[in-house]
């Protein structure tokens, strides 16, 4: 059994930069890790995912602003958001799932474990 709790959402101005933290209790090594976001009006979108704690993964709209990392010995895992513009404004959710498979590791469904999700709102 996994329970996220995620925060450090803001309001803040494009060009701005922010670090979502994600405690997880019950994560273990080989957890795999997610953030995804939803926009108002919008489906639950990938952000990024650390697969087994080995590699990492990124959707092409976040990639080379958004760095995730875990700590597994504090068991949280950090979303590092550089140069936000305003369409990163959405809910981020942390998920976890420890039987995932690689092909899975962008598709929401495969989750079993979510946090109630942040907000993060990029004003231009």
């Known amino acids: 059994q996994v329970q996220l709790v995620e925060s450090g959402g803001g309001l803040v101005t494009a060009g701005d930069s922010l670090r979502l933290s994600c405690v997880a209790s019950?994560?273990?090594?080989?957890?795999?890790v997610a953030w995804f976001r939803q926009a108002p009006g919008k489906e639950r979108e990938f952000v990024g995912a650390?697969?087994?704690?080995?590699?990492?993964y990124y959707a092409d709209s976040v990639k080379g602003r958004f760095i995730m990392s875990r700590d597994n010995a504090k068991k949280t895992v950090y979303l590092q958001m550089d140069r936000l513009k305003p369409e990163d404004t959405a809910v981020y959710y942390c998920?976890?799932?420890?039987?995932?498979?690689?092909?899975?590791?962008?598709?929401?469904?495969?989750?079993?474990?979510w946090g109630q999700g942040t907000l993060v709102a990029v004003s231009s």
């Open positions: 019950g994560l273990t090594f080989t957890t795999s």
């Open positions: 998920a976890a799932e420890s039987r995932l498979i690689h092909s899975s590791i962008r598709d929401a469904r495969q989750y079993d474990y």
């Open positions: 650390n697969f087994r704690n080995s590699n990492t």
